[in-house]
Nanobody
Framework: QVQLVESGGGLVQAGDSLRLSCVASGFPFSKYIMGWFRQAPGTERQFVAAINWRATHTHYTDSVKGRFTISRDNAKNTVYLQMNNLKPEDTAVYSC??????????????????WGQGTQVTVSQ
């Protein structure tokens, strides 16, 4: 059973940083592309970032490029999202996600099929 548990969210001011973590279990973590998504109230879930199984390739939505960094530690079954220079428009529930296929090399081609419950990130002015 796939389990994804996020942590690290909180209330911060614009310009601050946060690091989100997602611990995975129930599947061979090192074989899958992992990603982060976010959803603000009243909006659709939005892709944020993804990383391939070897951590050699990453992909970001344009609005976070240069501010957010996705990484992973396969020994710890954990994927991270370092968020710097946060803006009020980054406020959302952030969830990690897993590709439906193993051994995906290109994170842009991932098809995500499992999500965690999410962690709230709130950025004030």
């Amino acid at each position: 059973q796939v389990q994804l548990v996020e942590s690290g969210g909180g209330l911060v001011q614009a310009g601050d940083s946060l690091r989100l973590s997602c611990v995975a279990s129930g599947f061979p973590f090192s074989k899958y592309i992992m990603g982060w998504f976010r959803q603000a109230p009243g909006t659709e879930r939005q892709f944020v970032a993804a990383i391939n199984w070897r951590a050699t390739h990453t992909h970001y939505t344009d609005s976070v490029k240069g501010r957010f960094t996705i990484s992973r530690d396969n020994a710890k079954n954990t994927v991270y999202l370092q968020m710097n220079n946060l803006k009020p428009e980054d406020t959302a529930v952030y969830s990690c996600a897993r590709d439906i296929r193993q051994w995906g090399g290109d994170p842009r081609r991932a098809d995500f099929g499992s999500w965690g419950q999410g962690t709230q990130v709130t950025v004030s002015q």
